[in-house]
T-cell receptor
């Protein structure tokens, strides 16, 4: 089955600096790579995702890159703000015309943005 | 704004008791997932259904856990008998066959004493 490794497990940055979180996956069949943000006591919420036919995707201060050959993908947050502090999870999944398959999650990165 | 709902939000029970958690997926979604979150194991899949049929329940301890989808608007996860190691947050998520995204419910925080 799929295995997702995520690094680092904790990350502290000064407000305004950039943060980078990296993940690797094992199953070359995976074709969908979402990133979730989870605030304390809340549900995981999708912040950005990328499909295997795309190398990079940006949404304001957030960007994700995917290297299918190396089987790794990364989350980049620029100009970090205190409200970016949360746990971030990467995941890998397979999607077909029939629908989604299960998400395999990384262990999470606790991001702390210091004002 | 359609959302996945879960009940109860919190449950405290004694070891050996039966626990039933319920999930209402977003209307029209054909796939429903049950995930469990603990500090040690992170987020892990327990089981999932497509068009109400179970597709994979290999993540569940079969002797005590059971998952069902009696109709398209209700999924249930039952633990009998519960044990302290079952203490966790249980999330339900649903997905449409037309979209990649999985939408998570608010979770049920289970504490077994």
């Amino acid at each position: 089955g799929e295995n997702v490794e995520q690094h680092p497990s904790t990350l502290s940055v000064q407000e305004g600096d950039s943060a980078v979180i990296k993940c690797t996956y094992s199953d070359s069949a995976s074709n969908y790579f979402p990133w979730y943000k989870q605030e304390l006591g809340k549900r995981p919420q999708l912040i950005i995702d990328i499909r295997s036919n795309v190398g990079e995707k940006k949404d304001q201060r957030i960007a994700v890159t995917l290297n299918k050959t190396a089987k790794h993908f990364s989350l980049h947050i620029t100009e970090t703000q205190p409200e970016d502090s949360a746990v971030y999870f990467c995941a890998a999944s397979l999607y077909s015309g029939a629908g989604s398959y299960q998400l395999t999650f990384g262990k999470g990165t606790k991001l702390s943005v210091i004002p | 704004d359609a959302r996945v709902t879960q009940t109860p939000r919190h449950k405290v029970t004694e070891m050996g008791q039966e626990v039933t958690m319920r999930c209402q997926p977003i209307l029209g979604h054909n796939t429903v997932f049950w995930y469990r979150q603990t500090m040690m194991q992170g987020l892990e899949l327990l089981a999932y259904f497509r068009n109400r049929a179970p597709l994979d329940d290999s993540g569940m301890p079969k002797d005590r856990f059971s998952a069902e989808m009696p109709d398209a608007t209700l999924a249930t996860l039952k633990i009998q008998p519960s044990e302290p190691r079952d203490s966790a947050v249980y999330f339900c998520a649903s997905a449409s066959h037309r979209e990649y995204e999985q939408y998570f419910g608010p979770g049920t925080r289970l504490t077994v004493t």
